[in-house]
């Protein structure tokens, strides 16, 4: 098989999922300081928009499973998100936890040296939007940056308005599923550098081509030693793990 040179990957070989993977409440700064706690020295972490449109952390398209609050996230606006309690659903020591702005999670991850995977999130109907709000933040908040934060995304609608907003930051595109037969056409259109694959579809064959192709490869989410060093023995660069107590850097 012909080999491509690949893009350069300054990130670990080892992500904390969601900041602080199990140990912590998803998506805020507690999870990125337990991580940070654990060795870990980058997160992934997953950006959407407020109702006034102002970037911030969350995974669900509602506020009801990691918040004391209920309804959609687009339909509310950032200071009401901010004053919900985003730790108490997770264990007591994290009650009043607030829902992170991007803005405090780049300042957070600058001042301790983390590198970030930020994955653009969109509600529905608001993917572009989205993709370009976040890419811009992105490279004002993170302009200074050592390490540029990895773009990623499912919603390919998202991940191409990210790269007209700000093609200079690499981005990877995620998947779900097993390979499609044109995944090669999907990351070459979004100028991706990296493919993020369900772990549980990843084999030593998929990980050779993706490589060979010229793409670095991501997996999540493995949380299994065993598996883990499997991975990296065939050659996948990074893995997001939510067992940063079991999975040490």
């Known amino acids: 098989?012909?080999?491509?040179?690949?893009?350069?990957?300054?990130?670990?070989?080892?992500?904390?999922?969601?900041?602080?993977?199990?140990?912590?409440?998803?998506?805020?700064?507690?999870?990125?300081?337990?991580g940070r706690a654990h060795g870990y020295d980058m997160a992934e972490y997953d950006a959407k928009l407020s109702l006034d449109r102002v970037p911030l952390l969350m995974h669900d398209d509602t506020v009801d499973r990691t918040t004391d609050g209920t309804g959609a996230a687009a339909q509310k606006t950032y200071a009401e998100m901010a004053a919900l309690d985003a730790g108490s659903w997770h264990s007591p020591p994290y009650a009043g936890e607030p829902v992170p702005a991007l803005r405090a999670v780049a300042?957070?991850?600058?001042a301790n040296g983390m590198a970030s995977n930020v994955e653009i999130k969109p509600c529905p109907g608001?993917?572009?939007?989205?993709?370009?709000?976040?890419?811009?933040?992105?490279?004002?908040?993170w302009r200074e940056a050592a390490r540029a934060p990895l773009l990623s995304s499912f919603s390919e609608t998202a991940l191409a308005a990210a790269a007209r907003a700000a093609p200079e930051l690499p981005r990877a595109l995620l998947?779900?599923?097993a390979l499609p037969h044109d995944w090669l056409e999907r990351l070459r259109r979004h100028g991706c550098i990296a493919l993020n694959m369900n772990e549980r579809h990843i084999t030593a064959e998929i990980a050779e081509r993706v490589r060979a192709a010229g793409f670095r490869l991501g997996a999540w989410t493995v949380n299994d030693p065993a598996r883990a060093a499997l991975?990296?023995?065939?050659?996948?660069?990074s893995l997001i793990t939510d067992r940063i107590d079991l999975l040490r850097p």
């Open 107 to 110: 300042r957070y991850t600058l």
């Open 1 to 34: 098989m012909s080999l491509t040179a690949l893009p350069d990957w300054p990130y670990p070989p080892l992500i904390a999922h969601r900041g602080g993977g199990v140990l912590a409440p998803e998506n805020t700064l507690a999870g990125l300081r337990a």
């Open 231 to 237: 991975l990296r023995d065939w050659g996948v660069d």
């Open 175 to 177: 998947l779900e599923a």
């Open 126 to 141: 608001r993917e572009a939007q989205t993709g370009t709000l976040v890419a811009q933040a992105v490279r004002e908040l």
